[in-house]
């Protein structure tokens, strides 16, 4: 009888320990797994003063038929900040907006949706004009070398 209340008393701390840890896990990565969204006013301060590698999302808003599939490219980019948390920061630039085009053009980004990754002030990696998987998000940040 005794065994089991001991049972019982493990079998609770493990479910308590790993509850403490599921939910510290969800907050770091509601605080550092969110895409940001960029424009004129806040560029530097979220890109260049970044001290990890900056996944920049160059989107516009699509017409109404292409509206799903625009929505889908989002949702790709919003799990690939979620499983990459700490890692990399994922970033959203609206190029629909005047002031936002003109960073678009700058770095590259032509035909959207466009993925550059920058790394302190050096633009490495980019990709325009086709939606990308997780999995490629993936492969064009394991090119980035880290200073």
Request: aromatic residues 10%; charged residues 20%.
């Amino acid at each position: 009888m005794q065994v089991k209340y001991v049972l019982l008393l493990v079998v609770v701390a493990v479910a308590a320990v790993a509850g403490y840890l599921f939910k510290q896990d969800y907050d770091y990565r509601q605080l550092h797994g969110r895409v940001t969204e960029v424009g004129y006013l806040n560029w530097d301060q979220e890109v260049f003063r970044s001290d990890k590698p900056v996944l920049i999302f160059f989107y516009r808003d699509p017409q109404a038929s292409a509206q799903a599939a625009a929505d889908a490219q989002r949702r790709e980019v919003g799990e690939f900040a979620w499983s990459n948390a700490g890692r990399v920061k994922v970033v959203a630039c609206d190029a629909g907006k005047p002031e936002n085009l003109v960073i678009a053009i700058a770095h590259g980004a032509f035909r959207f949706p466009a993925y550059i990754v920058v790394v302190g002030e050096n633009v490495v990696e980019g990709n325009a004009g086709s939606a990308l998987s997780s999995e490629d998000l993936e492969r064009m940040l394991a090119r980035v070398k880290q200073p």
